[in-house]
């Protein structure tokens, strides 16, 4: 399956998109890689794509300034979109950076393009209601997560929405998105390993 096949089927099952409709997308996309550790966006830097990650992981992260502390906001991995959808969708600056984790690839489309595409198709502007619906959902869970789940509840969320993160990514930065110290982190695992 190709990458633009990868991005028609889950467009497809995410939104409905038919062929048809979908064919009316394709000269907008382009294919982009990264490698480990580059930016797919900068803090402070308005965002202006929206990309589907056919090979790898992101995440989306804040610093202290005054300790230089990093803290994991986000986790982005493949068949999934990476985005900064505030700054996306109101194009103003991103509170965050968005960072590779690992070599990466995504299919990615200009929110211009995706503005024309809205205004051509009702299915690319359902398309855009239930990507902004996502977003919410995902941020909301995200929220209550903190406030309503053990860490350990974190962790087994975590492991449903990306089972392959953890092949791949250091545990440290599992730990920081968990919001969990190292050590915490090593205890669950072992626990749940016991089950």
Known sequence: MTEIDKLQYALQQFAGITPEE??????????????????????????KDLGFITSGVFRSYTVNEETG???NVFL????????????????IPCDYHTQALTDASIIYI???????????????????????????????????????????ERYLDLVRQHPDIFNNVPLYHISSYLGIQGPSLSR????????
């Not at 009702?122 to 990507?131: A, I, K, P, S, V």
């Not at 669950?188 to 089950?195: A, G, Y």
């Open 22 to 47: 979908f064919a009316l997308s394709i000269p907008y996309w382009k294919y982009k890689t990264y490698k480990k550790g580059e930016f797919y966006n900068l803090h402070r830097n308005i965002c």
């Open 69 to 71: 502390e990093e803290k």
């Open 188 to 195: 669950i695992r072992k626990r749940i390993s016991r089950q």
């Open 110 to 152: 200009n929110i211009l393009d995706l503005i024309s595409l809205y205004q051509q198709s009702h299915q690319w502007e359902t398309f855009g209601r239930l990507l902004a619906q996502e977003a919410f959902n995902v941020t909301m869970t995200r929220l209550e997560g903190f406030l309503f789940k053990s860490p350990e």
């Open 76 to 91: 982005y991995s493949s068949n999934g979109f990476v985005v900064s959808f505030k700054s996306f969708v109101n194009q």
